[in-house]
């Protein structure tokens, strides 16, 4: 199983970022899909989760209205599109899916 993650970068508080999560080595369509993220100091937190039977979506309060979990199937990917970010969201963001992750990408929101 891989899992790669792309699309971190440094932006300033109130931009936007689109993460992506190429997976492969296992049937994508099948198992739900999570982000993840851990800020320097913190334990790893669960960010948002997308299921795999009707692309139900949950999301962490902290991020709820801003961040939008989405998959495309058909290219075994996973998104996490973040909005009127803030440096409290400065972290490595880890693409999930079972036990396997990514290696993850880093997130910095900073003027």
């Known amino acids: 199983v891989h899992l790669v993650e792309s699309g971190g970068g440094l932006v300033q508080p109130g931009g936007s970022l689109r993460l992506s999560c190429a997976a492969s080595?296992?049937?994508?369509?099948?198992?739900?899909m999570r982000w993840y993220r851990q800020a320097p100091g913190k334990e790893r937190e669960l960010v948002a989760t997308i299921r795999s039977v009707d692309g139900s979506t949950n999301y962490a309060d902290s991020v709820k209205g801003r961040f939008t979990i989405s998959r495309d199937n058909a290219k075994n990917t996973v998104y996490l599109q973040m909005n009127v970010l803030k440096p409290e969201d400065t972290a490595v963001y880890y693409c999930?899916?079972?036990?396997?992750w990514g290696q993850g990408t880093q997130v910095t929101v900073s003027s």
């Open positions: 080595g296992f049937t994508f369509s099948s198992y739900a």
């Open positions: 999930n899916a079972l036990v396997f």
